[in-house]
């Protein structure tokens, strides 16, 4: 996936739950956040455009919690040799 990133990201592997607007419900994890957005694998292929509410469960520091967000799919690309799809979505404020 081309960097067109107006953020910087950092790779981080977290627990990632998303529903998207379609009614859809996913489980997987980030593959690097930042700013302006994240990136994920899933094994459905989500449509740029779509609007999706995130949860990101931060376990590993204390006390434990999770972040609420809203955003929108950007770019949905099939993975070299993989039967998964990476997405990239921007955070909406």
């Known amino acids: 996936m081309a960097d067109r990133r107006k953020y910087q990201r950092f790779r981080a592997s977290l627990p ?33 455009g779509l609007r999706i509410t995130g949860v990101i469960k931060l376990s590993t ?12 799919v950007v770019r949905s690309e099939s993975a070299a040799g993989e039967n998964r799809v990476k997405m990239a979505a921007v955070i909406e404020v």
């Open 16 to 48: 990632l739950h998303i529903v998207s607007e379609e009614g859809g419900v996913f489980d997987t994890t980030t593959e690097d956040v930042g700013e302006g957005g994240l990136a994920f694998m899933l094994t459905h292929q989500l449509e740029p």
């Open 61 to 72: 520091v204390k006390p434990a919690g999770s972040v609420l967000f809203q955003c929108r």
